[in-house]
Nanobody
Framework: QVQLVESGGGLVQAGGSLRLSCAAS????????MGWFRQTPGKERVFVAV?????WYANSVKGRFTISRDNAKNSVYLQMNSLKPEDTAVYYC?????????????????WGQGTQVTVSS
């Protein structure tokens, strides 16, 4: 069983930056694809980014967000630059066994508790 703990959310002005972190406990972290999703109240959870041997981003964040991982520290990160009010959401990290990419939330077995990101205009 993998447990994920997120941090780094907060309030930031439009155009600013935040760096989200997700620390994992459990086995075979290096063999997991790690993703970030986000969700606002009353709306569905949507894909943001995923990393395995490479990276894949939602079009809405491509060029502004960067996903990375440090397997030695069992951690995954999301660097968010040029933030917009539409980026406001609860951000979740998620893990999926195997190194194949997926933008489908149902493919991910393990989830963090979420961290709130609020971008003011």
């Amino acid at each position: 069983q993998v447990q994920l703990v997120e941090s780094g959310g907060g309030l930031v002005q439009a155009g600013g930056s935040l760096r989200l972190s997700c620390a994992a406990s459990g086995r075979t972290f290096s063999n997991y694809a790690m993703g970030w999703f986000r969700q606002t109240p009353g709306k569905e959870r949507v894909f943001v980014a995923v990393i395995s041997w490479n990276t894949w981003y939602a079009n809405s964040v491509k060029g502004r967000f960067t996903i990375s991982r440090d397997n030695a520290k069992n951690s995954v990160y999301l660097q968010m630059n040029s933030l917009k009010p539409e980026d406001t959401a609860v951000y979740y990290c998620a893990g999926k066994p195997g190194n194949y990419y997926s933008n489908y939330a149902g493919d991910y077995n393990y989830w963090g508790q979420g961290t709130q990101v609020t971008v003011s205009s």
